[in-house]
């Protein structure tokens, strides 16, 4: 099966490729247990940074849609078929739209609400989480 | 009668290297701009179609010329009976060897320059993979790689019982061996590469590609076994002072590999297999 990169598409190649290997898997396109190409062999072969094609199979591998089983590669993951419908970008970006609402009620500003935001990232990023 | 036997040889690489091939690999030229022209085939031509046509005439002109020297050379050993009093049978036959290569070389040099002339031109912004992976084992049967593997250490080893397990610097077999060594090593780059490497023709479909890594594989997998296998014949030739079958042996070995290489390239690509739709004009939105 073939995949598809724009490289003039705005949303990031990254996020390209982890969509297009999920709707795959839910196409049932690739199954449990298919191996997965490396990471070097995908970013030639697409004309990418090996980084960005890490990238994705890291995303891919946290939300168990496929997993790595050392030198011999990546393959895709048992339960990969139910993990694709979980889309955790979506997840976030809904709570953060109420969370955002919910302090524009109350009458905080878009600029200390972005201030807030990068303040509590930043304590939490310190704190090792 | 050994002698006789070298310039039927002699001839036959004349006519192999400079003669068929050349001519095998011109008429698929022509072929090319004959059935897939420039004006319905824009992306396969980055350069003006002129300069197809110049290259093409002079790889000809070359070979032809390349061909007419090995003759005029053969015309000249045989009158003069020469015996290694101009020049060893062999360094000749390995210097006419390097002289009818150039052509060849030239033309996968041209080809990467093409490629990269078409990766310019290229405006598409979609790029495509597949989503499974390539290994050697898809592309040649893995008894060929054992095979290549036996014979190399066979022919290190055949080496160094010759001169009695000493290993020595200076010795024929510790020099064999490190040149099959990185003879292979380099071969193994080439299938890596191929592999696994950027892809050059930013046209070519993942079949198409295909094809050609099974090609370079099958061809450098069997080269490495000629290489070893020559080897253990040159090394014979010298521990039995059998000299004058020497560059019988040569031309014999360089007229194999180009059969397992350019007759395996010519005889499994076949032109119209490949898919050429995809150097078609794009259509007009």
Known sequence: MEIFIDIDNPLPQFSQLVEQIKLAVQQKQIKPGDPLPSIRQLANDL?????????????????????????????????????????????????????????????????EIRIAFTKVMNSDRKRGN | MIEIMFYILFLSQILLFSVYFPNKIYQRMRYVIAHYPCDQYPKLYPQPIENYHRFHGNYRLANWLIAAAGLVTLTLSVVFNNKGEFIEPQVLVWLFFMLQFMPIMIIEISEFSQFKMMRTADRSSVRSAILSPRSLASFIAPKWLYIAFLTLLIA???????????????????????????????FA??????????????????????????VVAKSLVFISIC???????????????????????????????????????????????????????????
């Open chain 1, 47 to 111: 004309g990418l940074n090996n980084k960005t094609v890490a990238k994705a199979y890291r995303l891919l591998e946290r939300d168990s849609v496929i997993q790595a089983k050392g030198y011999r590669g990546s393959y895709i993951h048992p339960d990969a078929e139910k993990n694709c419908t979980v889309n955790l970008n979506e997840l976030v970006e809904e709570k953060l739209t109420d969370v955002i609402g919910m302090l524009r009620h109350t009458g905080a500003t878009d600029s």
């Open chain 2, 156 to 186: 290190i080893v055949y080496g160094f019982y010759l001169e009695d397990f000493t290993i020595s610097v200076e010795g024929s077999a510790a020099y064999a061996a490190v040149i099959l060594f990185s003879v292979n090593a380099f």
């Open chain 2, 227 to 285: 290489a070893s296998i020559f080897l253990m014949v040159t090394l014979s030739i010298k521990e039995y002072q059998l000299h004058s079958l020497e560059p019988l042996a040569m031309t014999v070995y360089l007229q194999v590999i180009a059969l397992f290489s350019l007759g395996n390239s010519i005889g499994s690509i076949k032109v119209d297999e490949l898919n050429f739709d995809l150097y078609k004009k794009e259509p007009l939105l």
């Open chain 2, 189 to 214: 780059g080439l299938i890596y590469w191929n592999l696994y490497g950027k892809k050059l023709n930013p046209h070519q479909t993942e079949e198409d590609r295909q094809k050609a890594i099974r």
